[in-house]
């Protein structure tokens, strides 16, 4: 499946049981992009087992935890009205071993260097989502 907002082929991935609610569209299986971010309901087709998240950065959390922490990042654009999935998406990836901090300290990184050009401010939607979760 290509991106919706950019055309690049995006990384498809189960979402983990619990977090369906939070998931675009309530689906089973999402899809976050590598050049631009953004995650999207994807076709209810299975998804590889493990899921190519090292596309999106090398540093991506892999597994569950990967995949909650996508739907995290897929929160971020509209944060203040996602606040609830935000704190679900965050507490089950930390529940699975991601560190969220260092995860997102990463992808900046990322953006830094260009490998990533989301179409928000990560790091200023990283700070806010760390203020209304932490705050």
Same mark, same amino acid.
């Given at each position: 499946?290509? =991106?919706?907002? =950019? ?6 991935? +189960? /979402? ?16 976050? =992009? ?24 090398? +540093?991506?959390?892999?597994?569950? #935890? #990967? ?10 654009? +509209? ?17 699975? #071993? /991601?560190?969220?901090? *260092?995860?997102?300290?990463?992808? /900046? ?5 260009? @490998?990533?050009?989301?179409?928000? @401010?990560?790091?200023?939607? /990283?700070?806010? *989502?760390? +203020?209304?979760? @932490? #705050?």
């Amino acid at each position: 499946m290509n =991106c919706p907002t =950019c055309d690049t082929e995006t990384v498809a991935f +189960s /979402v983990p049981e619990g977090l369906h609610e939070y998931a675009p569209d309530g689906a089973a299986v999402a899809s976050v =992009c590598p050049h631009c971010l953004a995650v999207a309901a994807a076709p209810d087709t299975a998804p590889a087992d493990d899921p190519a998240f090292d596309r999106v950065h090398e +540093s991506f959390p892999t597994g569950d #935890g #990967g995949a909650a922490f996508a739907l995290l990042v897929g929160t971020l654009p +509209s944060i203040a009205l996602n606040k609830d999935a935000a704190r679900a998406t965050r507490a089950r990836a930390e529940q699975d #071993g /991601v560190d969220t901090a *260092l995860a997102f300290d990463r992808l /900046v990184e990322a953006v830094r260097a260009a @490998d990533v050009v989301p179409e928000f @401010d990560l790091q200023r939607r /990283v700070h806010q *989502l760390d +203020s209304l979760l @932490d #705050g």
